[in-house]
């Protein structure tokens, strides 16, 4: 079967330091793979040549079976691969429909030729992914400091996938909720799953990635240093390979 | 949703309702107060003379709130304004000098000035938005260089020998009444002794609100203005959104220094001179009223009609002090007092005070 994305010996350096080695991993539509490894293990930076920040220095992408140069953040997302990290990406200050919309805002004509902002449309058609995603949110006009962690969180998300993300990359996207919220979150990456989306999810807590992920690949020092179908392992052997307790070949 | 409902109620919930609302019942008050005790203030010569004075501070205050929504400040906008003052006379005087007529000397004046005039906006812009100098850093160092330029040109003195046009134009009010004898607009008509004429609306005010007004619907209702308040609210959510950040924000410090030109032009046309520090004590009293109509320094609140209110409540203020014959000292004093007054409203204002838009 084809792969949703596919990352074929990604190298990237900052001076001498080799943060990504040479490292490959692929996911399917419909799959979460979770992403593993110990600070400083390369996590961030890998993810960041699939959403354009960064630029590799060896290997290539290949996003639906063909070869794709990432070179910015918007590529990305005009492909399809969209980022949620930690700190959200929402602006607080702004409702939950106007944050869907930022940066590709409705606009409607008024008088024939000033444009302005379809505050309707937008608040409509972010009422409908909020429905399709099952989430409850008390009023899409509130602004977004008035919101719970996992509502901002499910915000974020919808935003994603508003836009037609294929691929979802989520940089911790539990760390900073509650238990239940936690729950919430976990049971949302299912739905999007079921609906045909590819996740790949960073996380530190192993419950969270145990209870959602398919896959795990695992990464130290910069090189993946194990690659396993969650049926197949548990979490203290997923422990002892980010540690580096053990050594296993791939 | 249920903290929300639970501190609506008592002295927080009042607090809350009256909170984002503050500034209005401020105004009200202050009308009541003046009325009461200074007979005169609210008449018509009492308004016209608010009114004459409310150019400056507006522009300036429109100007500070794009601004500082996008968690900037542009120390700069005082002499911008004292800087257009004197390079507008100057046009002038010169096209004068050079034998054109008075009319078309000013129009071409006016718009050179405002292409001179944003270009201290630019330098910021790009300072800030693209070197990521400090707006205070960047603003201050373009206060200091437009006051110097200004200073230079007019050899420390002021501007003069404009033509008499200017002051027409300047102090000509929207509708000018001889009662029982004419109506005339723009300009006012020649009164023969012991008839009187009723003035209505300065010029200089219509055009300064004109510009309120649209500014006030670019900020609220375009893709422009939601982007200013992205940029305050959260400024990585919005380079995140493919917002051009940079372009933005130097767009934004054009703006206020467009906004400051204009006013040293309306300055220019209502004194009939040019004067490098004309613009010197609206800096305060327009970031004043921008913080009063609840913009906060560290970004993303505010709107350009609480703005305008907070504008009225320091005009009123100025105007009633002055009628009750206090010297302007009080309401230097009284400014910065309600400054404090209004910034910790803000940093002890919960969230929920800014629950919707």
Same mark, same amino acid.
């Given at each position: ?89 929402? %602006? ?39 429905? +399709? ?7 899409? +006009? ?13 915000? %974020? ?7 037609? %993300? ?13 238990? %239940? ?23 530190h807590q192993l419950y969270d990635v145990f209870s959602v992920a398919d896959r795990l690949v695992i990464?130290? +020092? ?5 690659? +396993? ?22 | ?19 984002? /609302? ?67 006379? /100057? ?38 938005? &693209? ?12 206060? *200091? ?14 501007? /003069? ?6 002051? /027409?134009?300047?102090? *000509? ?16 008509? #020649?009164?023969? &002794?012991?008839? &009187? ?25 375009? $893709? ?7 940029? *305050? ?6 380079? &995140? #959104? ?59 609140? *505010? ?51 800014? $629950?919707?838009?």
């Amino acid at each position: 079967m084809e792969y949703l994305l596919e990352l074929k010996n990604l190298t990237k350096r900052f001076g001498g330091l080799v943060a990504v080695n040479n490292v490959s991993m692929e996911i399917k539509e419909g799959e979460v793979v979770g992403l593993l490894g110990d600070n400083g293990a390369g996590k961030s930076t890998l993810i960041k040549m699939v959403s354009g920040v960064y630029h590799p220095d060896g290997g290539q992408i290949f996003f639906k079976g063909k070869e794709v140069k990432i070179d910015s953040t918007r590529k990305a997302l005009s492909i399809g691969i969209e980022t949620l990290y930690q700190d959200l990406s929402l %602006a607080e200050n702004l409702n939950a429909y106007s944050n869907i919309f930022l940066g590709r805002e409705k606009l409607k004509k008024i008088l024939k030729f000033i444009n302005i902002l379809d505050h309707d449309y937008m608040h409509e058609e972010s009422k409908k992914v909020l429905d +399709r995603l099952e989430i409850e949110i008390p009023s899409l +006009r509130n602004r977004i400091s008035v919101l719970s962690g996992g509502q901002r969180q499910a915000v %974020a998300i919808s935003r994603s996938i508003y836009w037609d %993300a294929k691929l979802l990359i989520m940089d911790e996207p539990t760390a900073a909720l509650g238990v %239940a919220e936690q729950k919430k979150v976990l049971e949302l990456v299912l739905k999007l799953k079921s609906q045909g989306i590819g996740i790949i999810i960073i996380s530190h807590q192993l419950y969270d990635v145990f209870s959602v992920a398919d896959r795990l690949v695992i990464m130290r +020092r910069g090189e993946k240093v194990g690659e +396993r179908n969650i049926e197949e392992t548990n979490p203290d052997e997923v422990v002892s390979l980010i540690v580096g307790a053990e050594k296993v070949k791939q | 949703m249920d903290n929300i409902t639970i501190k609506k109620n008592g002295l927080h919930g009042l607090l809350l309702q009256l909170g984002n /609302k503050w500034m209005i019942f401020f105004l009200l008050l202050e009308v009541i107060i003046f009325s009461i005790i200074s007979p005169g203030f609210f008449s018509l010569n009492g308004i016209q003379t608010i009114l004459n004075n409310s150019p400056s501070i507006l522009l300036l205050a429109l100007a500070e709130t794009f601004v500082i929504i996008t968690g900037g400040i542009d120390l700069s906008v005082g002499f911008v304004m004292g800087f257009s003052s004197v390079i507008s006379a /100057k046009l002038i005087v010169t096209f004068v000098g050079l034998g054109m007529n008075d009319a078309l000397s000013i129009i071409i004046g006016i718009v050179i000035t405002l292409c001179i005039g944003i270009i201290p906006g630019f330098l910021n812009g790009i300072l800030i938005g &693209r070197y990521k100098v400090p707006p205070l850093i960047a603003t201050f160092s373009m206060l *200091g260089i437009t006051h110097g330029i200004s200073e230079l040109l007019i050899e420390g003195s002021y501007a /003069k020998n404009l033509p008499k046009l200017a002051g /027409k134009i300047g102090n *000509g009010n929207l509708i000018n009444i001889v009662p029982g004898k004419t109506v005339s607009f723009f300009v006012s008509p #020649a009164i023969q &002794r012991g008839e &009187r004429l009723i003035e209505i609306l300065p010029n200089m005010f219509v055009i300064a609100f004109i510009f309120i007004i649209f500014f006030a619907f670019i900020l609220k209702s375009t $893709k422009f203005g939601q982007h200013t308040y992205a940029i *305050g609210g959260n400024v990585d959510a919005a380079i &995140r #959104a493919g917002i051009d950040v940079k372009n933005h924000i130097i767009k934004i410090y054009m703006l206020s220094s467009l906004f400051a030109t204009i006013a040293g032009i309306i300055y220019m046309l209502r004194f009939v001179t040019g004067k490098a520090d004309s613009g010197m004590v609206f800096l305060l009293d327009s970031i004043v009223a921008v913080v009063i109509g609840g913009a906060s320094f560290y970004g993303g609140f *505010g709107s350009v009609w609480k703005t305008v209110i907070g504008c009225f409540i320091i005009l009123l203020l100025e105007n009633g002090l002055r009628m009750l014959g206090f010297p302007t000292f009080y309401k230097l004093v009284l400014v910065g007092i309600i400054l404090i007054f209004a910034v910790l409203i803000d940093q002890f204002s919960p969230e929920l005070l800014h $629950k919707e838009d």
